[in-house]
């Protein structure tokens, strides 16, 4: 029988494009990380900066306030080296090097397909579903997805009655490229 260890550091970042509700999560990483004595640290640039160790240690005081900020307060990117086999290696040496007993990837279907590869270079991943698509399978509902809904139909509603007055139509689009799952519920609600 494989014996567990428990984590004693572990590495947090966001990736990819950022929605509404990720320095939340963020913020529950680390002060749960902190409550059970583990170590945490902040990746910068998602897994370009697991690649380049562009890392810092955060504490208590990294996290507190930044709930009703938008973004990332650990930025965010999209990476071309983590997709090729050498930046896979990179990041999981970083990891190694660090000492990290495992990764918290907080994004959408990019930054999962990420953690998946990463894990099959014996990296521990937990992701945390963070888009505003809302497409990540097995969670109806993901961070930010509520919020982006919810800001666009309040701007339909405001453009409604700007077209109403002028009698003009217009046509609006959201974000969402593939699954077009934002579109629909936005759609149902205006």
């Known amino acids: 029988m494989e014996q567990v260890h428990a984590a004693r550091r ?3 970042l966001t990736s990819g494009g950022d929605a509404p509700g990720m320095n939340a999560a963020i913020r529950a990483v680390v002060r749960s990380a902190l409550a059970r004595d583990i170590e ?3 990746i910068r640039r998602g897994y370009a900066g697991l690649i380049g160790g562009d890392i810092f240690p955060m504490t208590g005081k990294d996290v507190s306030r930044i ?3 938008g973004g990332t307060i650990l ?3 999209r990476s071309e080296e983590f997709r090729s086999e050498e930046g896979l290696r990179k990041a999981a040496g970083t990891c190694r090097l660090l000492g990290l007993d495992g990764i918290v990837a907080i994004g959408g279907d990019g930054t999962f397909r990420g953690a998946r590869a990463l894990s099959r270079y014996g990296i521990s991943v937990v992701g945390i579903p963070g888009t505003i698509d809302n497409d990540i399978v097995c969670t109806d509902y993901t961070i930010g997805f509520d919020t982006a809904a919810n800001t666009a139909v309040e701007c339909i509603d405001r453009l409604r009655d700007n077209m109403q007055s002028h009698e003009r ?3 609006v689009e959201v974000m ?4 077009g799952y934002l579109a629909l519920h936005v759609g149902v609600a205006v």
């Open 10 to 12: 572990i590495g947090v």
């Open 40 to 42: 945490c640290v902040g």
């Open 67 to 69: 709930i009703n900020r």
């Open 75 to 77: 930025y965010t990117a």
């Open 169 to 171: 139509c217009a046509v």
């Open 176 to 179: 969402g490229p593939h699954a």
